[in-house]
């Protein structure tokens, strides 16, 4: 009997070493190697390797570049349109998509409606390993989805799953998740980084050699990562992450990796009695202010993917009764909001350092891009000074070190949008500011800093 090998993969980077040792030596991380399965035998590693990962053909003719056919992948919807958006316009035929999430987000949910909706017009399998088939038909009954259509498999052993996909041959499958799945060829309990590894690459070898759209819903660890190991972001063809607080209705979902379409897409939705439903004006949402303006408030527009979104952004400038004022950022990086306290500083002769700072992003909405620069110090010089800023004012812009505003990438689809939301001034850098101007809006092209403080 051949000698099972074995290996030893970092959980953090993926990184594998033929030895365990207490910390990985490409990321450093302590304590994350765990051991993985290798193929159980010589014949089964070579089966596996002539059976082609990527679905093509045995025995397919090496093509040179100018020979490939470059028509486009074709796509479908899910009957959601911020999913299509999120999944790059659709779902494409042979791809792997892992759904993750906290729990309670809304990942069963959110596929459990995508899977009822497809079923009307193609075959689908649900396959669910956490609940029950009762569990799932129950909760599709309370949100009134058609059920008479759908397939569902209660199982956990990938081998089973995919011979039963193999007889329905379904369009669209679903796996619930892929931490309770397991393999006979692979010792180690389900949701071990071997058997999540092994699984995930079975299932996406068959969706690639089948043309099937394969959904793996994946669970999320404390710090927010998929649990499992790194590689099986490798594996598959996009990656998606639902989230949303308990106490807000709102859930966001953001695309991580996309090999079909763009990975900073982002689509929002609502949780109702009736399942999520989707948000087409995401900006109207983030945008319920009170009557009265309030100092430290002020509306950005940020650029989410392929459409402009406008956010309300908070500050609070207190007198701080520690030697050492805090510096709280929430939908914002902490490190770039005490560098642009230090340019307020240097550059626009406001001295904050004895007071605490406290910055909030409205809606839950983390904003990535450094077009919120110059909204954020102008929303703290307004909340140190005690000054609302007008209701109708949007604010956006790159603030460097030296003080000078720079531009953004998009800038007059970003005003635009704001005139559309009814916004009637806006304080932009000066090389965004459209030649013909917008209607009914006045625009004030800003190149320093201290020229941002003087419009206000």
Not at 107 to 127: E, F
Not at 272 to 287: D, H, R, Y
Request: glycine share 10%.
């Amino acid at each position: 009997m051949a000698k099972r090998k074995t290996a030893y993969v970092c959980n953090d980077c993926g990184s594998d070493y033929a030895n365990w040792q207490g910390q990985c030596k490409d990321c450093g991380a302590w304590n994350t190697l765990s051991e993985v399965k290798l193929a159980s035998s010589p014949a089964a590693a070579k089966e596996a390797r002539f059976q082609g990962y990527a679905g093509a053909a045995n025995g397919q003719a090496v093509q040179t570049l100018d020979q490939i056919n470059l028509e486009q992948l074709p796509r479908f919807s899910s009957g959601a349109g911020e999913f299509d958006r999120v999944l790059g316009g659709g779902l494409v035929h042979g791809s792997a998509v892992l759904v993750g999430g906290h729990p309670g987000a809304g990942k069963s949910t959110l596929l459990l409606q995508t899977m009822c909706h497809l079923a009307q017009s193609m075959d689908a399998l649900y396959v669910t390993g956490e609940e029950s088939l009762q569990q799932v038909a129950m909760r599709a009954q309370r949100l009134g989805l058609p059920t008479d259509k759908l397939n569902m498999l209660s199982e956990t052993n990938v081998e089973a799953i995919c011979a039963q996909a193999e007889v329905l041959k379904p369009k669209v499958l679903v796996v619930d998740s892929i931490q309770v799945v397991h393999s006979e060829d692979v010792t180690s309990a389900p949701g071990s980084v071997s058997q999540v590894r092994e699984c995930a690459a079975y299932l996406t070898r068959y969706a690639k050699q089948t043309g099937t759209v394969l959904f793996l819903v994946g669970h999320v660890t404390k710090d927010g990562s998929l649990a499992g190991p790194k590689v099986l972001e490798h594996m598959i063809d996009c990656s998606i992450l639902l989230e949303g607080s308990e106490d807000s209705r709102f859930r966001t979902l953001r695309g991580q990796k996309n090999r079909f379409g763009a990975v900073n897409e982002l689509g929002v939705f609502a949780m109702t009695e009736q399942g999520l439903k989707e948000v087409k004006n995401p900006s109207a949402i983030f945008l319920s202010r009170t009557e009265e303006p309030a100092s430290g408030s002020v509306v950005m527009v940020v650029w989410e993917g392929t459409r402009p979104l406008l956010v309300e952004i908070q500050a609070l400038v207190d007198d701080s009764p520690l030697g050492n004022p805090r510096r709280v950022a929430v939908g914002l990086e902490q490190n770039r909001l005490a560098m642009l306290l230090a340019v307020l500083h240097r550059h626009g002769g406001l001295q904050v350092g004895d007071q605490d700072v406290f910055v909030n992003v409205v809606g839950g909405v983390k904003v990535l891009e450094t077009s919120a620069d110059l909204s954020l110090l102008l929303a703290i010089v307004s909340s140190f000074r005690n000054r609302p800023l007008p209701q109708d004012l949007v604010v956006f812009g790159e603030v460097g070190l030296s003080g000078e505003i720079r531009p953004v990438p998009s800038g007059q689809e970003r005003i635009h949008e704001a005139a559309k939301h009814g916004f009637k001034r806006a304080i932009v850098p000066q090389a965004n500011v459209p030649k013909d101007g917008v209607q009914g809006m006045e625009i004030v092209g800003v190149s320093k800093l201290v020229e941002a403080l003087e419009a206000i």
